[in-house]
């Protein structure tokens, strides 16, 4: 683990509690939960994708955690999830693929993000340049030598 993954880790452990972040934690895009109704995800959508993102440890190993076990989560009926993951298929921010064993049969449905991803890479790019902006801005005021006249003061 590199030393800024452990620092980060540190400060949600400081946050958190190093008992709770041992106990298992989430990554999960902030500019989703930010422009969430932009991609028509009510809080109940985004708590599904919450679920789904903590079964995706590994980038080529796909969530596939059952229905019911996201429903029982929740509190709410498989049924529930059922169609609110439907609704996000059919908006394209997620797929799902299914999973078979020649053993066993089918098994639960694999999920991948790529439309969600695609969908949230410009709002991404259009945030990390709002923040070098007021980056720039901030460094440009603190080595100013002398203040910005605005109308307000130049009035006075």
């Given amino acids: 683990m590199g030393s800024e993954t452990q620092e980060q880790l540190k400060q949600n452990e400081k946050k958190w509690t190093q008992t709770l972040m041992k106990a298992g934690w989430t990554v999960f895009p902030s500019v989703i939960l930010d422009r969430q109704q932009a991609f028509g995800l009510d809080a109940l959508d985004i708590n599904i994708l919450l679920h789904l993102a903590k079964y995706w440890w590994y980038s080529d190993n796909p969530p596939h955690p059952s229905k019911q076990s996201i429903a029982e989560c929740m509190g709410v009926s498989k049924s529930t999830v059922q169609r609110r993951i439907a609704h996000m298929e059919k908006d394209g921010l997620i797929s799902r693929r299914p999973r078979f064993e020649p053993k066993y049969g089918q098994k639960t449905n694999s999920y991948h993000f790529d439309g969600l991803?695609?969908?949230?890479?410009?709002?991404?790019?259009?945030?990390?340049?709002?923040?070098?902006?007021?980056?720039?801005?901030?460094?440009?005021?603190?080595?100013?030598?002398?203040?910005?006249?605005?109308?307000?003061?130049?009035?006075?």
């Avoid at 980056?135 to 005021?141: D, I, L, M, V």
């Fill in 117 to 156: 991803i695609k969908a949230a890479t410009p709002f991404a790019e259009e945030a990390i340049a709002s923040k070098a902006q007021q980056k720039e801005e901030a460094t440009q005021r603190r080595t100013r030598k002398r203040p910005v006249r605005t109308k307000d003061t130049e009035e006075d």
